[in-house]
């Protein structure tokens, strides 16, 4: 009995043994399940800040959208700019179009100067007692012809300034829009910055749910679950293999949840390491963006020096050719009164000289006294010339095709004609004078410029008639390319007078085409014509001109190429 007793007390010892191992065991187990709870709470802070940093990046990404719609809403302003911008070219141009017409005027106002110059100098060419004079005319023709072309050249001048004064501004406004946008710019990108360093400095919060390490809470579970251990041991064998039992399934729980808690750590991780790197991008273009915006400041300073530079070169520019400009308008204003002047007593000069001469027209076109008849003839001459009306002028001279004709012109009434005859056993002709002829010729010496456009037309029946203008255009004439003013008149479908004035030198020459200066294929050509503009481009293209040379001429030649 004492043997069993002792070797009773040794099997007690070792399952003392066997339990304490145990009991060890278990707390180990239970030190690493705190320790995985622990882990678990920390990857749930780490979720926590993570979250937050998605939020603010989801709000970055939203108010970068709305920044992109606030630069489509620019793209929208500028298109308009570009519309308005479209509208003042459409202005411009018809600004221009009209300058060009206003310089038209101005030319033809010239031309009508330089006509009534050479007409001067015409009338003055007849009279044999002048030609030995002081040339007085040529010089004050020089002299307007000078101070007309000094008068152009002030006013293309003034324009060129008006053009570019105009630019000038253009380019002022875009450069200070420029200057707006630039600052819009600037202003956008310190929002940005602002917001970027709000950002980086968050801090996230500490989670609610967390509880101390070492709570009362814990220990009491933790103190409740050794009791129940404890006293399932002490329930022997059977109550040792339940807990075993359970603490094995407890140890498959705990790896299992070890293993989804590792791979979610290691997931945790991936996105962890992703934030830190879009934050370090971030943080990179926040860099470049600080160094732009520093560039961009130092290019809108040196912007803004160079507008100012650039605005007082203009200003001082601007002063300095309007102070020019002035000054050369006020000598020109001097030089043209003083030309108009001199030019309005030649032309007082030259009336009074035609008047003279038509006075002695009419004394050498008059009857000898005694001759044919005597003195009933006269009174025959007196009752003819009653009849005819009034004589307003009368004149023997040279055709342009040269025709010598004597030429008369009467107002009967409200009607006034033309009597011509050739001299010295021609035929008299009456040629009615329509209103329109009357209104083509000029106002203050009509008759001279009607008798120079009077021809013969060889018909048949040959007969004495005016020639209608068919055509006036500005062209350049080879060999030289000599810019002229070319007026066609016809007298016959086969006889022409072209005249020509020299735009530049104002000079004014003069080419008759007979039926002799036409070939047959130029005469197809005229009589294949549909009216008078085809007519005159086909003359213009046989005409020439050399200065100081054989003057205006004509190649029915080169006026038949195709």
């Known amino acids: 009995m004492a043997?069993?007793?002792?070797?009773?007390?040794?099997?007690?010892?070792?399952?003392q043994v066997t339990r304490g191992l145990q009991t060890d065991s278990y707390q180990q187990a239970l030190q690493d399940n705190g320790k995985l709870a622990r882990k678990v709470r920390s990857l749930q802070d780490q979720l926590a800040i993570t979250s937050?940093?998605?939020?603010a990046f989801m709000a970055q990404a939203q108010r970068l959208e709305r920044e992109f719609k606030k630069g489509r809403e620019q793209s929208d302003t500028l298109q308009k700019e570009l519309l308005e911008a479209k509208r003042e070219v459409n202005q411009l141009t018809k600004d221009a179009s009209e300058a060009i017409g206003m310089m038209n005027e101005m030319r033809k106002a010239h031309i009508h100067e330089v006509r009534l110059l050479q007409r001067g100098l015409q009338a003055r060419s007849q009279d044999a007692s002048m030609r030995?004079?002081?040339?007085d005319v040529a010089d004050l023709v020089d002299k307007v012809g000078r101070a007309v072309v000094q008068r152009d050249e002030a006013i293309r001048d003034k324009t060129k300034i008006q053009v570019q004064m105009d630019k000038m501004a253009k380019d002022m406004r875009i450069i200070h829009e420029e200057n707006g946008k630039y600052k819009r710019q600037n202003k956008q990108l310190a929002e940005k910055l602002k917001e970027a360093r709000r950002k980086g400095k968050f801090i996230p919060k500490k989670s609610e749910m967390e509880q101390p390490e070492d709570s009362d809470e814990e220990f009491e579970s933790e103190l409740a679950m050794f009791?129940?251990?404890?006293?399932?041991?002490e329930e022997g064998p059977a109550g040792l293999d339940i807990l075993a039992s359970n603490l094995s399934k407890e140890k498959q729980a705990l790896e299992k949840r070890l293993r989804s808690a590792g791979e979610a750590n290691r997931d945790l991780n991936g996105a962890l390491d992703g934030w830190k790197r879009a934050a370090a991008e971030k943080d990179e273009k926040i860099k470049e963006l600080n160094e732009k915006l520093t560039a961009m400041m130092k290019h809108q300073a040196r912007l803004e020096e160079m507008i100012e530079e650039k605005k007082r070169e203009i200003e001082q520019a601007v002063a300095v050719e309007r102070q020019r400009l002035e000054a050369r308008i006020a000598e020109l204003e001097n030089d043209y009164d003083d030309a108009r002047t001199l030019a309005d007593g030649m032309e007082?000069?030259?009336?009074?000289?035609?008047?003279?001469?038509?006075?002695?027209?009419e004394t050498y076109a008059r009857p000898v006294p005694g001759a044919a008849g005597g003195p009933a003839g006269d009174g025959q001459v007196g009752q003819a010339d009653q009849s005819k009306g009034e004589q307003l002028a009368a004149v023997t001279q040279k055709s342009k095709l040269g025709e010598q004709l004597n030429l008369e012109v009467f107002r009967n009434g409200e009607d006034t004609e033309l009597r011509a005859r050739e001299v010295p056993d021609g035929e008299e002709c009456c040629v009615k004078l329509t209103e329109d002829v009357l209104k083509d010729l000029d106002r203050e010496d009509p008759w001279t410029e009607l008798f120079s456009r009077v021809g013969v037309d060889p018909g048949p029946p040959r007969r004495i008639v005016v020639a209608s203008q068919i055509g006036q255009?500005?062209?350049?004439?080879?060999?030289?390319?000599?810019?002229m003013l070319i007026t066609t008149f016809r007298y016959?479908?086969?006889?022409?007078l072209v005249s020509g004035m020299d735009l530049a030198a104002g000079t004014l020459a003069e080419v008759a085409v007979s039926e002799d200066d036409l070939n047959p294929a130029l005469k197809s050509k005229i009589a294949a014509c549909k009216d008078?503009?085809?007519l005159f481009n086909v003359l213009l293209k046989g005409l020439s001109f050399e200065a100081g040379g054989s003057g205006l001429s004509f190649s029915a030649a080169s006026a038949s190429q195709p």
């Open 492 to 496: 016959s479908a086969d006889r022409y």
């Open 473 to 483: 255009q500005e062209a350049a004439l080879p060999p030289a390319g000599t810019s």
């Open 348 to 361: 007082k000069a030259s009336s009074a000289l035609t008047r003279e001469l038509v006075k002695v027209h």
């Open 3 to 15: 043997h069993s007793q002792s070797m009773g007390s040794l099997e007690f010892s070792h399952e």
């Open 532 to 534: 008078n503009t085809s």
């Open 132 to 135: 030995n004079r002081v040339n």
């Open 52 to 55: 937050a940093k998605k939020d």
């Open 227 to 233: 009791e129940k251990r404890f006293q399932i041991m």
